[in-house]
């Protein structure tokens, strides 16, 4: 596995190809990030790297992480994440890593945490059909049975009921890299990513 970067979801726009197209993208702010830790097979059975992203005030940092950042002579860093890694020998703590790492036309996979959509029923969770809605009928979006009579005489586990939705990591893979601006750290991707503006977003 190669290593990630770290970003954050600007919002959505289109661009138009040389067709004319009306192609949808995502804007993605990605880095710089900041390496803060190397891990090998000698001293911790693999291979990894620790990044950290987005520059903060050491009072909204942890004291561990802010000792760990300290301890490497790196700025206080907000979000730390570990990619694997085949080889560790080209890098080094402190090393940069920006957008310029990829490149227009490569498929990326982008994860993160959907929108959360709080406490829903079967119907907008799940696109259950809702029960007739005359003749005096009282069952409109109620879920129906749940379970089976005496035998088993239990639910089993894993039933679609109404429940929390949304607010759970998801990656959508095989995104196209369309534009990259090196200067304003700007990744634009084909299609959509997880989570609204603003959203953390791990690249690879």
Request: aromatic letters at 4%; one cysteine or more.
């Amino acid at each position: 596995m190669t290593i990630g970067i770290l970003g954050t979801k600007v919002g959505m726009t289109q661009v138009f190809d040389d067709s004319g197209f009306a192609i949808p993208v995502t804007v993605i702010k990605a880095g710089p990030c900041i390496i803060t830790q190397i891990k090998n097979t000698e001293k911790e059975g693999y291979n990894a790297v620790q990044i950290g992203y987005s520059e903060s005030s050491p009072q909204k940092i942890t004291k561990p992480c802010l000792g760990h950042l300290t301890k490497s002579k790196l700025p206080p860093l907000k979000h730390l994440k570990e990619y694997r890694v085949d080889s560790t020998d080209s890098l080094s703590i402190a090393q940069k890593i920006t957008v310029d790492s990829f490149q227009i036309g490569q498929n990326i996979n982008i994860s993160g945490n959907t929108i959360g959509k709080g406490f829903a029923g079967t119907v907008k969770r799940y696109n259950f059909s809702r029960g007739p809605m005359t003749h005096g009928s009282k069952n409109h979006r109620e879920p129906g049975s749940i379970g089976q009579g005496s035998t088993p005489g239990r639910v089993h586990k894993g039933k679609k009921m109404g429940g929390r939705l949304g607010g759970k990591k998801t990656t959508i893979k095989n995104l196209e890299v369309i534009y990259i601006n090196s200067k304003d750290n700007l990744l634009v991707v084909r299609g959509s990513v997880p989570g609204k503006s603003g959203n953390l977003l791990s690249i690879r």
